[in-house]
């Protein structure tokens, strides 16, 4: 089985209280090579909603700084990446947009979130439903 990533490069700091808030986390460039080896640029936002733990901001860039020499499609990265903070840190909704720049003219945007029913989540949160997601 391949290796995607290291997942043990993300670190924590504990939630500093038990209320409710929302953590927003933006990389303004992912670096990875695509399907055909060549270079590739996401830019990613990710939206938190921490139990316990919260997001060490030094370790996700070093988390991401990873895949610069890693062969990837866009829907293996954004599996990856969601897959490995929904592991580390376990919040109560986890949900992370990537957009890519054009190639050939034409660019992706994808975006995952643990409350889609479709990913077993129980839509408690309704605030994406008709947003445009510009930051």
Known sequence: MKIWSDQTLLESIPNPTNKAYEVKIKNPEVTFLGVKDQPDFAQVYITFYPRDKVVELRSAKLYFFQFRNKTLSYERLINVVYSDFMEVY?????????????RGGISSKLTIDSDWEARGGKEKYKDWIGQNEEW
Not at 92 to 100: A, K
């Open 90 to 102: 376990r919040p109560d909704r986890l949900r992370i947009v990537m957009n890519f720049n054009a």
